[in-house]
């Protein structure tokens, strides 16, 4: 059994910065990119960012590029989700997802999810 957990989720006025962490226990593949997406009220899900399991390919969503940047750190078995810049559109649940053999824009492609952690943005 696979688990992922998200965390670093909270309330940050606009212009401000959060970090979220995505930490995977279990049987996790063997290698594996990781995805960011998040759900607004209301809203389908949307793709944020992936990394690599080398960590050398990093994609964004148009609406978060320049602000938000990706990156894993393997002797944790953990993602880091750096952004900035927030903006009240950005409040959303974020999800962590795990298992897809290559970096992908597509929820479909990975395997396994996080329960979500909470980030809203006063404006």
Known sequence: QVHVVESGGGLVQAGGSLRLSCAASGRTPDTYAVGWFRQAPGKEREFVSAVSWSGASRIYGDSVKGRFGIARD???NTVYLQ????KPEDTAVYYCAIGGVVVSRNPG??????????????S
Do not use: C, F, P
Not at 83 to 86: F, T, V
Not at 109 to 122: D, I, K, P, R
């Open 83 to 86: 952004m900035s810049g927030l």
């Open 109 to 122: 492609e990975y395997l396994y999810w996080g329960q979500g952690t909470q980030v809203t943005v006063l």
């Open 74 to 76: 393997d002797r944790e």
